[in-house]
């Protein structure tokens, strides 16, 4: 009876350590965890000693008949390895998952960070455009200096920026309806934008200009 114990904890603890070693070099391809192959094989051989247990639950003379039938200790055998191998689940599946969601909902936050700020900069114009002001000065908006002259290109650009459905202008609409080259055109957005007259920012389809609550009224001179 000593001897069949000590044939069955050895094959346990065999089919422990060759089920870790095939864990190991199948878990990943990466070797920063110096810990990986003794936690491996460990777990492997955890795992294998564990199969009385799971066969006294199911009711199976297994290890009973091996004294009779030696060759079911080859069945015996593999059904270790076969729980040692299983014990990677353990080791792997429920921490990567965790990982994996985190990173997936970690993506997905940052995305939407990015939207957010995306649609308050666009938000922004829309709304000092759309709010009455208390005063002819706001927040957004400083006084407009009458000796600050803007030159041809520029009352263009300004005309422009105040014309069409669209509030937010690309660079390709600009250079089309104020019929000017896109290196005109941008020097006087320039000129428009370092005198407050003009914003620009960046939206999900590109790089946008428009005018605020001072070169509104800027035009409003114009005209």
Request: charged share 20%; proline share 3%.
């Amino acid at each position: 009876m000593a001897n069949h114990i000590f044939i069955l904890a050895a094959v346990m603890s065999i089919a422990g350590v060759f089920g870790g070693l095939i864990n190991y070099y199948q878990m990943t391809q990466e070797r920063d965890d110096e810990a990986a192959l003794p936690r491996c094989i460990v777990m492997g051989i955890g795992a294998a000693f564990l199969v009385p247990v799971i066969l006294f639950f199911v009711q199976s003379d297994l290890i009973s008949s091996i004294q009779d039938d030696p060759s079911q200790l080859l069945i015996y055998t593999g059904f270790c390895l076969i729980v040692a191998i299983a014990s990677r689940l353990v080791l792997t599946s429920t921490p990567k998952r965790i990982l994996r969601e985190a990173q997936v909902a970690r993506t997905q936050v940052e995305a939407m960070q990015y939207e957010l700020r995306l649609m308050q900069d666009e938000l922004l114009p829309l709304l000092d455009t759309e709010t009455e002001q208390t005063s002819d000065t706001d927040d957004n908006a400083g006084p407009i200096d009458p000796n600050e002259e803007l030159d041809i290109a520029a009352t263009k650009v300004l005309k422009t920026l105040g014309v069409g459905r669209h509030i937010f202008r690309s660079m390709a609409g600009l250079c089309r309806e104020a019929e000017a080259d896109e290196t005109t055109i941008h020097k006087s957005l320039s000129v428009l934008v370092n005198r407050q007259l003009a914003g620009k920012i960046n939206t999900r389809k590109g790089v946008r200009w428009y005018l605020t609550e001072k070169g509104r009224r800027a035009l409003d001179m114009l005209v």
